[in-house]
C-alpha cells in the first residue's frame, strides 16, 4: 500500500483552467503538506494542515486553495491557472519524527 | 527555526565515504536534526535523524558535536545510487509533527564511476 498518494502524477493543462490535485495518506497522521518545487528545484513549502487546521500558509497566490475534508486528505486546487504554476507538486505527510513524500504531480500550464 | 547552511554540490566516486556538513549555528535547545535524501523525479525520503553526538542506522551516521551547531551527515561506501540531494534540517518539533516542515537548498552530490 502507498502510504502518501497523490492523483494525478502528471497533469497538463491551458492557462486560464482550474484544476485539483488530490492526496491521500493512509498513515493516520495528523499533520499534512503541500510543497512546490519548480524548474530551480527549490523545494517551497506551501500549507501545512495538523488535525485538518491550517498552520502555514506561505506567500500563495489566492488562487491555491487547499482543502482538508479529513485527516487523511489534503486536496490542493488552483484557480486560473498560469504558466509560472508549472512545477512539481509535493504531498506529504508527517509523524513526530519523519515525513513521507508523495511521489509529486507533474503540472504543466501551456 | 534554525537557519542551515550547506554545500550547494560535492562529487564523489564510487566506494568512497563522503561527509556532508551542516552548519545550524542558532539551533535552539529543543531542536532535533533530521536528513532527508531526494532522488530526481521523487519526493524527499527520510535518511536519519538526531538530537547530539552520534547515530547510526542501515543507511547513514549522522555525527553532531556537543555544541550542535554544526552535523555531518556520513555515507558511507557510496555507490551510483547514492547520487541525490541531500536536505538537512533543524525543527524543534521533531520531523516537522507541527506542520513546520521547511527545506533549504540542499547539497547535490554526485557519485561518479
Known amino acids: 500500500d502507498t502510504a502518501v498518494s497523490q492523483t494525478p502524477k502528471y497533469l497538463v493543462t491551458q492557462m486560464g483552467n482550474d484544476k485539483s490535485i488530490k492526496c491521500e495518506q493512509n498513515?493516520?497522521?495528523?499533520?499534512m503538506y503541500w510543497y512546490k518545487q519548480d524548474s530551480k528545484k527549490f523545494l517551497k513549502i506551501m500549507f501545512s494542515y495538523n488535525n485538518k487546521e491550517l498552520i502555514i500558509n506561505e506567500t500563495v497566490p489566492n488562487r491555491f486553495s487547499p482543502k482538508s475534508p479529513d485527516k487523511a486528505h489534503l486536496n490542493l486546487h488552483i484557480n486560473s491557472l498560469e504558466l509560472g504554476d508549472s512545477a512539481v507538486y509535493f504531498c506529504?505527510?508527517?509523524?513526530?519524527?519523519?515525513?513521507?513524500f508523495g511521489q509529486g504531480t507533474r503540472l504543466t500550464v501551456v | 527555526l534554525a537557519k542551515t547552511t550547506q554545500p550547494i554540490s560535492m562529487d564523489s566516486y564510487e566506494g568512497q565515504e563522503v561527509n556532508i556538513t551542516c552548519s545550524h549555528n542558532?539551533?535552539?535547545?529543543?531542536?532535533?536534526i533530521t536528513w532527508y535524501q531526494q532522488f530526481p523525479s521523487q519526493g524527499p525520503r527520510f535518511i536519519i535523524q538526531g538530537y547530539k553526538t552520534k547515530v547510526t542506522n542501515e543507511v547513514a551516521s549522522l555525527f553532531i558535536p556537543a555544541d550542535r551547531k554544526s552535523s555531518t551527515l556520513s555515507l558511507p561506501r557510496v555507490s551510483l545510487s547514492d547520487t541525490a540531494v541531500y536536505y538537512c534540517l533543524v525543527d524543534r518539533n521533531y520531523g516537522g509533527s507541527q506542520g513546520n516542515l521547511i527545506f533549504g537548498k540542499g547539497t547535490k552530490l554526485s557519485v561518479k564511476p
Open positions: 506529504a505527510s508527517s509523524s513526530r519524527t519523519e515525513a513521507f
Open positions: 542558532n539551533i535552539a535547545t529543543n531542536d532535533y
Open positions: 498513515l493516520g497522521h495528523d499533520t
